[in-house]
């Protein structure tokens, strides 16, 4: 074979080789470029009716704890509990709902130095099933909670658990993300949002 023809093979094989190198680097750039848009914008899933309904239940209880300066919504919520409990007993069950328990022990609700508030972000209340905190128990005592209490800062005042169903009412749509929907709960629940 002619040197010619060997340099010329030589170069063609370090050209190939070269740009195998060079389209693997891209291609791993743009893999890791995707991957770090992704972190910084994960795809979002559509929120269940479910995370709506527990994630607005707890922003408006948070806000009526939030503004319970004469701390009338909190005895109402414990009055409430405490006659449900006695029913209970009366009623011969060995274990009686118990309102605020349930609200205080799954984390719904924070006590501190007589002072209550409730948590706001659902994925904080302890919702395991060994402790008697099944999310179905929590949205009970939450339910009742609400439907014993009122939204007194809008332009009319209303049954807590009324002002949860207006919103569910207009917001049915469940193709709508987490953040699309905590976003309007919190404008709706501060009464921002003109509903």
Known sequence: MSR??????????ITALLATFYM???IQNKSATEHSQEQEHPQETPATGLWVSNTLSAHILGEILERDEDESSIQAIIEYSENVKEEGIDRGLQEPFDVMEVLLESG???ESEGNYQAQIDIEEWNTDPKEGHEGSTIRQAMAAALDVTEVDWCANTIPADKFAD????RHRDTSATKSEHLAS???YVKCESGE
């Open 4 to 13: 010619n023809k060997v340099f010329i093979l030589t170069a063609l094989a």
């Open 24 to 26: 693997r680097e891209v």
């Open 108 to 110: 719904a609700i924070i």
């Open 166 to 169: 207006f919103y569910l009412e």
């Open 185 to 187: 709960i919190q404008e």
